[in-house]
């Protein structure tokens, strides 16, 4: 099930609310399967370190709905906390090519009496690139919505390749562009791979490579 594409169309939100980094594909879960992801984001030379955890179930071939949990340390008054949402996800594919898909979450501040903060939405687009679909490329689009006025609109574009090992297992390279619509701001670039063995993926991942303190993840998935 978690081989090649496959395994970063299953892969769930990471909160975009400090930017998701990770590639997302159109596919769901599956029916009557369940998925869930855990993930560390830390910054070498500074304190501050974000975890996020997701769970989803599939409701048919293209919906699925879940939960996930963010934390970000150390808490301060402007910025960290614990978040929770609640997410409802959809996704079709239409061709080879070309697959859609999207997704709503709103999130809620566990530090700060239940309060609404922020609502998610997001549009994937992805599809393969030469006929066995070993190369392939990805489009995740972004809308961010905070309680608080300021809003965030940006885009990701990956281009990513599969290569399969004699086991069954697979390792798949990827690297793209992060900017906001406006191209306000400099364009981040993104890169990492993930390997899967089975219904277990292992991501490492990184951003922000040309400043002072760039950004890493390592992350766990499972789907079963």
């Not at 906390?81 to 079709?92: E, N």
């Not at 709503?104 to 239940?114: A, H, I, W």
């Not at 549009?123 to 679909?133: E, M, Q, R, S, V």
Request: glycine share 12%.
């Amino acid at each position: 099930m978690l081989k090649g594409v496959v395994i970063i169309a299953m892969s769930m939100l990471l909160t975009v609310k400090v930017a998701a980094q990770l590639p997302y594909f159109a596919g769901t879960v599956g029916d009557g399967k369940l998925y869930g992801y855990t993930s560390l984001k830390f910054r070498p030379g500074m304190n501050r370190q974000e975890t996020y955890t997701t769970f989803q179930y599939g409701l048919g071939n293209h919906f699925a709905v879940g939960t996930d949990l963010y934390t970000s340390t150390p808490v301060t008054e402007g910025g960290g906390g614990v978040h929770w949402g609640f997410l409802a996800r959809c996704g079709w594919k239409v061709s080879k090519w070309f697959n859609v898909g999207g997704e709503v979450t709103p999130s809620f501040n566990l530090s700060d009496s239940f309060k609404f903060s922020y609502l998610t939405s997001a549009l994937y687009l992805n599809g393969a690139i030469t006929p066995d679909g070993n190369l392939f490329w990805c489009s995740n689009t972004w809308w961010i919505m905070n309680r608080g006025g300021t809003h965030i609109f940006s885009n990701y574009e990956y281009l990513g390749y599969t290569i399969h090992f004699r086991n069954g297992h697979s390792i798949t390279p990827m690297a793209g562009a992060i900017h906001s619509w406006r191209f306000d701001q400099d364009v981040d670039i993104a890169a990492g791979f993930y390997y899967t063995i089975k219904n277990w993926s292992i991501y490492v991942w990184g951003n922000n490579f040309l400043k002072p303190n760039p950004r890493c993840i390592v992350g766990v998935e499972f789907i079963f």
